[in-house]
């Protein structure tokens, strides 16, 4: 079952500065910050990237979250900052799920491809797939409260 909406997420050529500004200037709170090296097979099969080197942040608004990226291995291209609205911009919007695996059969049988099956990521689960026009859609399963997640309703 779908439960909704958890986050998006974009790639930042800064993340500091990107953090300050949704922190600083809209009010966001830094719900993680880390990254990860050279290795990290499962980040790299979510993705869909070989040997990617990334900083990340997680953060927290009053609804919903955002989840920045800097990559520098293999660094991103810069986006122009007055891009049209139709062109492409955001890197992901994940919908959190109560059975990964089931969602991802599921979708799957009904054409949707995905990167990777479903990877274990401590207290979570992540794929990322792909809508009909090539927006990544990530499905995030949260198996205890210690990671930011939607409440679900009882």
């Known amino acids: 079952m779908i439960i909704g909406v958890h986050h998006i997420a974009m790639s930042v050529p800064d993340i500091e500065a990107a953090v300050a500004f949704y922190c600083d200037v809209l009010g966001f709170e830094i719900v993680t910050q880390g990254g990860w090296e050279k290795g990290y097979v499962e980040a790299d099969n979510i993705i869909g990237l070989p040997d990617t080197v990334a900083k ?5 608004g009053s609804n919903t979250h955002i989840e920045m990226f800097e990559f520098t291995e293999p660094a991103g291209q810069a986006q122009d900052p007055d ?53 990544v859609i990530e ?3 949260v198996f205890d409260d210690s990671v930011a997640h939607i409440p679900i309703e009882a």
């Open 83 to 135: 891009h049209p609205m139709n062109n492409h911009g955001l890197t992901h919007f994940c919908l959190q799920v109560t059975d990964i695996q089931m969602e991802y059969d599921r979708l799957k049988a009904a054409g949707m491809r995905f990167h990777c099956e479903p990877q274990q990521l401590g207290n979570t689960a992540a794929t990322y797939g792909r809508d009909p026009f090539g927006n």
């Open 56 to 60: 990340t942040a997680m953060l927290r």
């Open 139 to 141: 499905l995030y399963e």
